[in-house]
Structures are given as structure tokens and as C-alpha cells.
């Protein structure tokens, strides 16, 4: 009898699949490990917003007085404008607390930012190497001019101690790995 297709023991042989390659943590459901320099430079981060927002608000304290009386000063020196003492008052009161809306949105933004780099997101690390090397600037200059208070001072150099050692952690080999393994992942 004869049968009709190939023979059985002459088909080709076929190799298994290879095996699949390992899972990462991420996949796996577990969280991608976090390096310290990584966590270093988010307390950092925190640290340098929690000083911000406390430097903001003492600048308020004492510095309102002083704003309310350059405000007198300049109505007076050009001639007034009309403006009374109520005037005068409500303007800097605007001002400052339209300041302080602003001053509240960009700490907001901050600890966004800093979370997000913590979680491995590398446009928030750039985000935050951006404006802290704007921060840095900005802090040099300010102890450049002089005129600086005792207290604005310390903070000023506080501030960018905190800031140029967040930036340097954030890009260590270490971290660097961790945002390039966060991405692929991601």
C-alpha cells in the first residue's frame, strides 16, 4: 500500500524555540532600584525647596515694610500721581500676594519635578539641571553684587551648595544608569 505525502521519517527537524531572555524588575512588577545618588539629590531637591519657600516667606515678613516704603518713595519722587496712602497700600498688598500665587506654582513645579527624577523620568532631570544651573547663576550673582543681609547671605550660599550637589548627583555613572534602565522599561 502506498501512501501519499512525505515520509514521516525523513520530514525536517526542527530546533525549540530559544528560551526568552530574562525578565527585569520592572517587569516583573517590582519597582526599578533606586541608587543613592539618586535619593541623595531628591533630598536635596526637597531640602533647597523647603529653604526657597522658607527664605520667600521671611523675605515677605520683614521686606514688606521696606517694599511699602520704596513704593511711597517712588510715588513721591514722580510726583505722586494722584495716589493715596490706601492706594499705595493696596498696590503692594496686589503685588505681593500675586507673587506669592507665582512663588506657590513654582515650588509646586519643583517638587513635581523632583519626584518625577526620583521615579527615573530623564526629562525631569534636565528639567532640574536647567533651573538649578539657572539657580546657580543667579545665586552667583547675587553674592557677586553684594549688599546681601547676614541672613539672605548664608541662605544664598546654602542654597547653592544644596543646588550644585543635587545637579552633580544626579549625573553620576550610577544615576545615569538607573534613568537609561528607567527609560527602556519605562
Known sequence: MTTSGPDPDQSPRYDPMPAAPPLSDREMGQPLARPKPVDTAFTLWIANAALSL??????????GDALREAARDSARASGGGGL??????????????????????????????????????????????????????????????GGLDAVSLVLNII??????????????????????????TG
Request: glycine share 10%.
Open 54 to 63: 522658607i527664605a520667600y516667606v521671611v523675605t515677605l515678613t520683614l521686606g
Open 84 to 145: 493715596s496712602e490706601a492706594d499705595i497700600d493696596t498696590a503692594v498688598t496686589a503685588g505681593l500676594v500675586f507673587s506669592g500665587v507665582i512663588a506657590v506654582a513654582f515650588f509646586a513645579l519643583y517638587l513635581l519635578f523632583a519626584f518625577k527624577m526620583r521615579a527615573g523620568r530623564n526629562w525631569a532631570r534636565i528639567t532640574l539641571t536647567v533651573l538649578g544651573a539657572l539657580g546657580l547663576i543667579s545665586g552667583l550673582f547675587s553674592l557677586l553684587g
Open 159 to 184: 542654597q547653592i551648595a544644596l543646588i550644585g550637589t543635587a545637579i552633580f548627583m544626579m549625573w553620576q555613572k550610577e544615576a545615569t544608569h538607573y534613568f537609561e534602565a528607567a527609560k527602556r
